[in-house]
């Protein structure tokens, strides 16, 4: 059966360019389209849609506001459609608080020439939404905090470990609960996150307004410390090397791995070169298989790996394939995870 999918876009030529990628695709068809949330609103009720791709700034109620109604009172997978401006970028990130489940920048009408690669983003995209766990919406406060547990074990983890994570679909908010229980003295955290140039600064910044670590997006030649993550900037590989015994970040632009850049195997086949022991790896929610090469070299080089369980996933896809790997070393859920990880660093 073809995935339904019901576009929100008040923009009529938005609309078309969405509907002609969709509906070339073999497994998925647009069953309808509305230019603002009050008509989409009836349209979900009356076409029961698989998948809903919203735009964030609309006319007569705004994307976020329409999200959070129908995350509390009819979750479905949604796919955010945004601008790449700085105020759709943390608008953007505010939907994925909400429950959306990933987003996907507006082609760039000028350049037809990757519209291509611009199709098959936003079709990935949907096959991931249409297989992703959704549940009703019950946020966190922002400033929600540590447990007393983590706290105390940190008091004697290993502190020159170097803990890598890999994500992609739902990561956002599995990262996100990670780092707001890291305690402020825990290892230096590297992460790739799979999204494009423009959003991972302003992804990083959100995080660092609730988390008591430090979050920032990596640059080139970084020293890393402890008490601090540093995101993958989209668009470039974040890699980990050792310079004079200490950790440095080094960043690229090397052809996409995985067809991704940043690509979690880069990040973690560098941690297993340059690293080795002294990681952790952690593999969390997400489509494909990035990152199950990398993982497998990083216990190989004799890191300990966890990896995200399927019931917590909100796509169990790269959990799953490290797991067939066989880079796994140990599955936790997602709430549990910090607390797994601060245990292996005291032992």
């Not at 997400?286 to 909100?314: I, P, R, T, W």
Request: aromatic residues 4%; neutral net charge.
């Amino acid at each position: 059966m073809s995935i339904k999918v019901l576009i929100v876009d008040d923009s009529m030529l938005i609309r078309r360019i969405l509907k002609e990628i969709i509906n070339s695709q073999h497994d998925m068809e647009v069953i309808g389209e509305a230019p603002d949330p009050l008509i989409a609103r009836t349209l979900i009720k009356a076409l029961n849609p698989d998948v809903l791709t919203l735009d964030v700034e609309m006319p007569k109620m705004d994307g976020l506001n329409f999200l959070e109604k129908l995350m509390r009172l009819r979750p479905m997978p949604v796919v955010m459609i945004s601008t790449l401006t700085e105020k759709s970028s943390a608008v953007t990130m505010q939907a994925l608080e909400l429950g959306a489940v990933d987003f996907i920048t507006k082609p760039k009408i000028n350049q037809l020439n990757g519209m291509q690669e611009y199709s098959q983003e936003i079709a990935d995209k949907i096959r991931a939404a249409s297989m992703a766990k959704v549940k009703q919406n019950k946020r966190l406060p922002l400033n929600a905090g540590i447990s007393t547990v983590s706290m105390s074990a940190a008091d004697n983890i290993n502190r020159k470990t170097i803990i890598a994570i890999g994500a992609s679909t739902g990561g956002t908010e599995a990262i996100s609960c990670i780092l707001r229980s890291m305690p402020e003295e825990c290892p230096a955290i590297v992460i790739t996150q799979h999204m494009p140039a423009g959003f991972t600064a302003s992804f990083a910044a959100r995080l660092n307004t609730f988390c008591t670590i430090n979050v920032k997006e990596a640059k080139h030649n970084e020293l890393l410390n402890a008490g601090t993550a540093y995101i993958a900037p989209g668009s470039k590989h974040l890699c980990v090397i050792r310079k004079s015994g200490c950790y440095y970040t080094l960043l690229n632009e090397l052809e996409p791995v995985n067809r991704h850049r940043p690509s979690v195997d880069v990040l973690f086949e560098s941690v297993a070169s340059h690293v080795g022991k002294n990681a952790i790896g952690i593999i969390l929610t997400g489509m494909g298989k990035d990152g199950s090469a990398g993982l497998l070299s990083m216990k190989n080089s004799g890191a300990f790996n966890f990896a995200q369980d399927e019931q917590s996933s909100v796509v169990y896809g790269m959990p799953r394939e490290a797991l067939l790997a066989g880079g796994v070393d140990q599955v936790e859920p997602l709430n549990n995870m910090v607390e797994a990880v601060l245990q292996h660093l005291r032992n």
